[in-house]
């Protein structure tokens, strides 16, 4: 009798071939069940600030994998190769991998090719090359999984590329005994707000495992099991006492798992991307964990489905990378990680021209905006661009250079200038307004860059 693991065995292609009809089925009752309820179709005809868009006799669709041939672990950068050239106006479907698959093996890799190939890692071998902690991988910081780039034709410095996104589905598990579920990771770890903070005075890292319906029956989430992380030894043979490197495959027989916790508590689900946006100029290489200008980590649970998020554009074709998939998060991400499961988006890409942004509300944009059927989302950081502002040392000094008043201010300055470009005001209207209506809120404090977002509602201004 062949092995389940042997390609060549019937066995083998059987389930691969399932877990493929799995994908596709799961992200057809999504379309049906909350992206048409949600007058998806509509907007994806009308948009919502009234800029060109393309004629849909144009669009095409695509699909991006992913897998170890098409994504890039931890970094963006201007020189990588495109996965994808579209034009404006095309649909892409992107699957996106959590980089935090391996605290759960079991349920969030085995028998998925695309998870397995990524993930791959013995003393000989690695599926991707992680720009970690490990002196081998390019010393980078970096730790998201991003899939991509795409190469948006005629897209130049100076232009802005809207991404709507028009559907996020779970990604469901592989694993036969646990069809029709998909699980995510939450790691309470070393980078988080709260670490050096406990009661007790002590310090731990713990990581809860949640358990999601991935056929969208189940729009909450359950803790499923906790344990506090343990030294890893990676095939490499490196120690790793603390969640320090990305993709440390974690052996649970040298865990030992709570499998109470969170009794009877249901996480509402709202499946997002945290990582998303173009390549920035100032660098070759920039780590993913620090958001900046060009988009990236920015960890904002509103860019999800039924919103748009406009890029600057700063490099030819644009380059963009979609990654660190969330099923749910709360502002702040104060733990340092929010459930990490991975995802599949469709996006529709649209490119808006530096020469007709004129008078728009686009106009002069330079720094990621999100737009959803309801609000305006202007995002602020600690440092816009950082990697600018501080200097040759700008990756490592963004880690002890941000506060929560500096990405107050900038959040400010942009809804200021927002107000009075966009809506017409007068300054002294846009700060009165701005007190009485608009609703600032901490994006999060665990990513390098910390975040502010400004949110005012489109309903309060004339039609």
Not at 167 to 174: E, K, N
Not at 200 to 213: A, F, M
Not at 243 to 251: M, S
Request: proline share 6%; charged share 20%; hydrophobic share 40%.
């Amino acid at each position: 009798m062949c092995r389940g693991d042997d390609p060549t065995c019937p066995a083998f292609e059987a389930h691969h071939r399932r877990f493929a009809e799995d994908l596709a089925r799961e992200r057809r009752a999504f379309l049906a069940s909350r992206f048409a309820a949600n007058g998806g179709a509509a907007r994806l005809a009308a948009g919502g600030l009234g800029l060109p868009r393309p004629a849909s006799a144009a669009t095409r669709h695509h699909h991006l994998p992913a897998n170890a041939d098409t994504v890039h672990w931890g970094y963006f950068s201007r020189s990588l190769r495109p996965q994808l050239e579209v034009r404006t106006g095309d649909l892409v479907t992107i699957e996106t991998l959590t980089h935090q698959a391996s605290d759960d093996h079991e349920r969030m890799i085995a028998g998925d090719p695309g998870a397995e190939s990524v993930y791959l890692w013995t003393k000989d071998r690695k599926g991707v090359m992680r720009r970690g902690a490990g002196e081998d991988d390019g010393k980078g910081l970096g730790v998201h999984i991003c899939t991509g780039p795409v190469l948006v034709e005629g897209a130049e410095p100076g232009d802005v590329l809207e991404v709507r996104i028009l559907d996020v589905a779970l990604r469901p598990s592989a694993n036969p005994d646990y069809r029709g579920l998909a699980f995510g990771s939450n790691a309470a770890a070393n980078w988080g707000y709260h670490y050096n903070d406990f009661l007790t005075g002590e310090t731990r890292e713990v990581v809860t495992i949640y358990e999601l319906d991935a056929t969208g029956a189940r729009n909450w989430a359950r803790a499923l099991y906790s344990f506090r992380w343990p030294e890893i030894v990676d095939p490499a043979g490196g120690r790793h006492p603390t969640i320090d490197y990305p993709g440390l495959p974690v052996d649970h027989a040298t865990t030992v798992r709570d499998w109470g916790v969170l009794a009877g508590v249901r996480v509402p689900v709202r499946p997002h991307f945290g990582v998303m946006g173009v390549a920035p100029r100032e660098a070759e290489a920039v780590n993913s964990v620090p958001p900046s200008y060009s988009g990236g980590n920015i960890d904002n649970w509103r860019i999800g489905k039924g919103a748009s998020v406009y890029y600057p554009v700063s490099v030819a074709g644009a380059l963009l990378s979609v990654g660190d998939p969330h099923a749910s998060q709360g502002d702040s991400e104060l733990c340092g990680t929010a459930i990490e499961c991975s995802l599949t988006g469709t996006f529709q890409l649209v490119l808006h021209k530096a020469n007709a942004l004129e008078g728009t509300p686009l106009e002069g944009l330079d720094f990621p905006m999100i737009e959803t059927a309801d609000e305006w989302v202007l995002q602020g950081f600690s440092h816009p661009n950082y990697l600018a502002e501080l200097g040759p040392d700008a990756q490592a000094e963004i880690f002890r250079r941000s506060s929560i008043d500096l990405a107050m201010r900038d959040a400010f300055r942009k809804m200021r200038r927002f107000l009075m470009t966009a809506k017409g005001l007068t300054e002294d209207e846009a700060i009165s307004l701005m007190s009485i209506a608009v609703d600032f809120g901490i994006t999060q404090v665990v990513d390098g860059n910390w975040g502010v977002h400004a949110i005012v509602r489109k309903d309060i201004f004339p039609a």
